[in-house]
């Protein structure tokens, strides 16, 4: 989760996460490589005497022309190729179903029957010792460690928004519409996301923990829960 005065993304958890921040960090070396150049040639402009014939200069509008095509294939193409793997669904382990409403999640198991619970945020007062105010749920959402885990999301009543940072998740929850995403945990942990859509006065109040957990422990935890 995200720490105090954090600047950086949070650790990725899933490979589509850890893709997102090597664009990230691509497409920050561009930035700087363009401001570098730009400010080379605005100091030159500046500090030098203008002797170019720029009347005539089809040398220099070639460059300035294709020069930026360059740089917009250069970011076009693995933010493409990024995003095609964000959409693609490819026979998951496991589906889940996240339900927004006004201010709560409600979670189910498709594979399971009768596997449906409610999460709604732990008040600070319930709240345990060492637990996060704001982040912590009466409910995790218990997943295994790698494993593909579709998720379907829609909503009850209002836009509400299914976001996890760590894991590269944030798919919009539509009232009348099913959307889809997907994750895969690449190491036990919690992962904390919260509603990244504003739908009412409580919407800083609708957390999200996801806990993956060793396949024998989420079978444990699903035979216990079903029962």
Known sequence: M??????????ASSPIMEELMQFHDHALMVALAICSLVLYLLTATLTSKLTANTVNAQVIELVWTILP???????????????????????????????GHQWYWTYEYTDFKDLTFDSYMTPT????????RLLEV?????????????????????????????LGVKTDAIPGRLNQTSFLATRPGVYYGQCSEICGANHSFMPIVVESTPLANFENWSSLLSS
């Open 2 to 11: 995200a720490n105090h005065m954090q600047l950086n993304f949070q650790d």
């Open 69 to 99: 095509a360059m740089v917009l294939i250069a970011l076009a193409l693995p933010s493409l190729r990024i995003l095609y793997l964000m959409d693609e669904v490819n026979e998951p382990d496991m589906t889940l179903k996240a339900i």
């Open 125 to 132: 007062p319930d709240l345990p010792l060492g637990h996060f």
């Open 138 to 166: 009466d409910h995790r959402v218990i997943v295994p460690a790698n494993s593909t885990i579709r998720v379907i999301v829609t909503a009850n009543d209002v836009l509400h928004s299914w976001a996890v940072p760590s």
